[in-house]
């Protein structure tokens, strides 16, 4: 047999076999899809989005029966322990304007930060409007979920309804969140986990005087924004990320330190600590702070702090002072 003859040969025999290849790796793979083993699998990222979806509907609608919640499930609401759908910013008609996720498929972790307000002026039928009269309200708000075997075993929900004067920015006017935080990192500007977590407990350390500020790895254009508000390089704030912390009062000491999220990709990092007022500085105001670092090069570029702008002494969650 010539080499060309060979060839067409080969060719036919691929063709024939390449059909029955490909159906088998699509059963293989629907068989895995639908094994126990797969069923009880880990919630990926797209999973834990998802979830954060039905959590954010369920507050649209006021109706949490379409949550997939563990029997074990606990909810705390501003460190209170609550039931499901019972925090401080449910009720009829409620829309949220501001939005930003952030998931950890290793942890089952799902943070949302937004903003939620009754204020609906829809007349279309059937839209979920409060009665007329009703004052109108506006929260800052964020809520923690985890996650495990696909249902939901934990809530931690913080809201704070801003006063006149109180601190913050008006919160209707927070729309579209920083993209710099879905940003993707190329590789060699990504830090690992360990590193991610070792950075945000450096933060931590310097807030608590324990860490000279220097030591806490700064990128040149960093921006701290609590609640809206840029809390240093401004006219009133002129400090640095680092350099606020030259003041001796710019200390609290953090405990009840919780880190739920390492995003390597995005170069995220998001923790929980307990903002105690220390006895030296006793006007410091404390409060449970939810802290998102982006991290790049290994500095951190940008935090993004939420909490009770009127403080919150208790956590609910953890172990130790403030929990």
Request: contains cysteine; glycine residues 8%; proline residues 7%.
């Amino acid at each position: 047999m010539n080499s060309r003859r060979l060839c067409t040969l080969l060719a036919l025999i691929a063709l024939a076999v390449a059909p029955v290849s490909v159906r088998a790796n699509q059963a293989r793979r629907a068989r895995a899809r639908s094994s126990p083993a797969a069923a009880g699998a880990a919630c990926d990222r797209r999973c834990l989005l998802q979830v954060l979806f039905e959590y954010t509907e369920a507050l649209t609608d006021n109706d949490v029966s379409k949550l997939a919640v563990a029997p074990t499930i606990r909810v705390t609401s501003n460190g209170t322990v609550t039931t499901l759908g019972k925090g401080e910013v449910w009720g009829t008609g409620r829309r949220l304007p501001y939005r930003q996720s952030y998931v950890d498929p290793i942890t089952g972790a799902a943070v949302f930060y937004g903003v939620v307000t009754n204020a609906i002026s829809s007349t279309r039928p059937g839209a979920r409007a409060e009665p007329p009269g009703t004052p109108v309200k506006w929260w800052f708000y964020v809520v923690r979920l985890k996650v495990q075997a696909h249902k939901i075993t934990e809530v931690e929900e913080v809201s704070y309804e801003r006063p006149a004067g109180g601190f913050g920015v008006d919160a209707s006017v927070l729309t579209l969140p920083d993209r710099i935080f879905d940003t993707v990192l190329p590789l060699s500007e990504r830090a690992s986990r360990p590193e991610l977590f070792d950075i945000a407990d450096k933060y931590f350390d310097a807030v608590s005087q324990k860490l000279n500020y220097r030591q806490v790895p700064w990128h040149p254009e960093c921006q701290r924004i609590e609640l809206g508000v840029f809390t240093v390089n401004g006219e009133r704030s002129p400090g640095s990320c680092g350099g606020e912390f030259q003041i001796p009062s710019v200390k609290w000491n953090v405990s009840n330190r919780r880190a739920y999220i390492a995003d390597v990709e995005r170069g995220l990092v998001l923790a929980i600590g307990n903002f105690m007022t220390p006895p030296e500085y006793p006007n410091n105001n404390g409060s449970v702070v939810f802290e998102l670092f982006k991290v790049q090069d290994g500095l951190i570029r940008q935090i993004h702090a939420f909490f009770r702008g009127n403080g919150q002494l208790h956590s609910g969650w953890g172990d130790g002072p403030g929990s």
